[in-house]
């Protein structure tokens, strides 16, 4: 390390902030760019700079384990940030929308900066938050390579991990005492703590901290509508991209958080904590599968209505107008609930047309069989009725509700993606997640085409999605040239752009099945996590 950059590392390390702008060039064609914790080396990938794994709090270990993020300590020399850190702790799943999932360690906490150049010129920044029901998924998915989108919109991507299942999201304070209050919430509070760090660095990255784009995917996007509700992350992000976000499948109230953890600490045969710190990650992910092998199944991890870090549910406080005023654009797929029938080979198409009615009796009442009427009418397939109907009361209402609520109060823009996948593999359709790849850039991409096909149009409309996402991140408004004019979203006109091989707007799309949920709230309440677990659920089970 040459003196200049020494005396700005151990300026920054005194004063416990960013050091001003240092960068150089290191080794072969890589940059050292300062953070607040030291001099980390990135080199140039894809026409772009890139840096890897870069900690952003300490590694949740030891008595740090359960406890709520820790900034990290600050290094000595140069932290090479070339590869990415491990997945956070999790059961691995064979699963084509993710990948590279298998290398796990606690010490999990970073995030991973595309940046065209670590230069002074301040980049509008997206911060992505990965998927996976807050139990899987991580920022090593090479699906979720920023270099594509960081060149084409001349602005810096960031990919954050935080941490799942147990040891994110498990319940402590009944347990272990009120040191504990917020547990439940721990990954959530990653994610504050790497925005932090967004804002605090990314200055030295060329990006701008006053011009931060959160967005994520699945439970991604659950995650940004409660970052939107929260106020430990007020200030922190200034637009928000909500893609496929669910307020039904995920949440726990404090009661049903505690049952939970009551029950991990028995199939983790422990009395406590300090229990529980002493085993190891193993014997950890072990326990979550005897847990998940019981009644609590894999959607029982998730944040918790604490009254510590989240007061309520966050789609409650938001559709009152009292999440932040910040730009918004959110959407769903056509086909989502295929992921479960498909990937996951649930035989939803053949669910009993009784007990589909009976499910869906519990939501609405006496006007079930006039909902499921509504479907069946739409469809030429019962299965085809099945597959739409569940993704609209997992999936599109959800983000119907938000934008109902919030399209007053601060820039709404609404979609409804409609590609089909042409995988000849199988039968993919407009699946859950299957706009990633289009957003990211990554069509061609080996991964990609076993999931999305080699259908026609596909660039034109990776160029349309990626420009509507890189305009929004630049001005908050979606609007370019490659697209029909997309308006505002409000309860009059429901405009919504159809994203696919016809991109164009279209006014309150499938509004027939819209209405028929008409008084159902979708508030992260209504309908509950129970009722709506229910429609994903082998049919032999009832």
Known sequence: MNVRLFVLFVAAALAGSAASIAVTSAGTGGRTVMTTAGLVQGDWERGVQVFRGIPFAEPPVGALRFRPPVEHKPWRGTRLALDFAPACPQIVTIDPTENNNSVQSEDCLAVNVWTPAADSKSRPVMVFVHGGAFI?????????????????????????????????????????????????????????AALRWVRQNIANFGGDPKNVTVFGESVGATSVGILLAIPEARGLFDKAILQSNSAVRVGNDLSRARELARQFLRVAHANSVEDLRRLSMSELRAAE??????????????????????????????????????????????????????????????????????????????RASALVDTYQRADSEYGEAVIHLETDLLFRMTSIRMAEAIAD??????????????????????????????????????????????????????????QAWIQFARTGDPNHPRLPHWPRYERTRRATMQLGLDSKVLEDPLGAQRRSWDGVPFDGVRPSVAEVAVFLTDNANH
Request: no cysteine; glycine share 10%.
């Open 136 to 192: 899987e998924g991580s920022a090593r998915n090479t699906g979720y390579d920023g270099a594509v989108l960081a060149r084409r919109g001349d602005l810096v991507v960031v990919t954050l991990q935080y941490r799942l299942g147990p040891f994110g999201f498990l319940e402590l304070s009944e347990i272990g005492g009120s040191e504990y209050a917020g547990s439940g919430n721990n990954g959530i509070r990653d994610q504050v």
């Open 289 to 366: 599968q005897r847990l998940f092998d019981s009644v609590f199944e894999d959607s029982s991890f998730g944040p918790t209505w604490d009254g510590t870090v989240i007061d309520e549910p966050a789609m409650k406080i938001i559709q009152e107008g009292r999440g932040a005023r910040v730009p918004v654009l959110l959407g769903t797929n056509l086909d989502e609930i295929r992921y479960w029938s498909t990937i996951e080979e649930l035989p939803l198409e053949s669910k009993p047309p009784a007990l589909l009615e009976k499910q869906v009796a519990a939501i609405v009442g006496d």
């Open 409 to 466: 109060l601060q820039p709404t823009y609404m979609y409804l993606f409609t590609y089909r996948s042409t995988s000849p593999w199988a039968r993919y359709e407009s699946a859950h997640s299957m706009e990633v790849p289009f957003v990211f850039g990554l069509i061609d991409e080996l991964d990609s085409i076993d999931f999305i096909g080699r259908g026609p149009s596909r660039a034109l409309l990776m160029e349309q999605m990626q």
